[in-house]
């Protein structure tokens, strides 16, 4: 049996962050993690399934692209209505949107994100990048 050890923000806007191993098996155990969290916070289905799409493009993408042995995600609430969503990984290679071929079963990661988020972007570190979505509820759809 793996644990996993959620560490909530000591300071700053309420979040969680975990580190997972950056394999496939891990997208599952992030969307979990999405969910049950949003839940927490009384965030409404929407956002929820908008944030569940946003950690598993950004995960499956740090485990595709890039040859990091572990991932932070960090899901944090920086406003009432906000929530930001974001994945570690040790590349310096910055994320950019693709056109994917109407036949090409992959390639659509980045373009999903951007569908289902207000914004997305990545800070850049010494270490790699994180990358990240923001998803605004519309007013009065917080449980």
Known sequence: MTMTVVKPNAIGAP??????PCVRASVSRARALVS???????MDD????????????????AVEHTETPVSKV???R???????????DRSHSVPHLTTAALSAES???????????????????PWGKVTW???EASAGQEQ
């Open 74 to 76: 960090i899901i944090e």
């Open 36 to 42: 049950n969290v949003l839940t927490a916070w009384g």
């Open 133 to 135: 979505a923001v998803i």
């Open 78 to 88: 920086p406003s009432n209505g906000a929530v930001r969503i974001g994945v570690s």
């Open 15 to 20: 979040g969680y962050t975990v580190e997972l």
């Open 107 to 125: 390639g659509r990661g980045l373009s999903l994100v951007a569908g289902t988020s207000s914004r997305w972007g990545y800070d850049t570190h």
């Open 46 to 61: 929407d956002v929820t399934d908008c944030a569940r799409i946003i950690v598993t493009e950004l995960l499956a993408n």
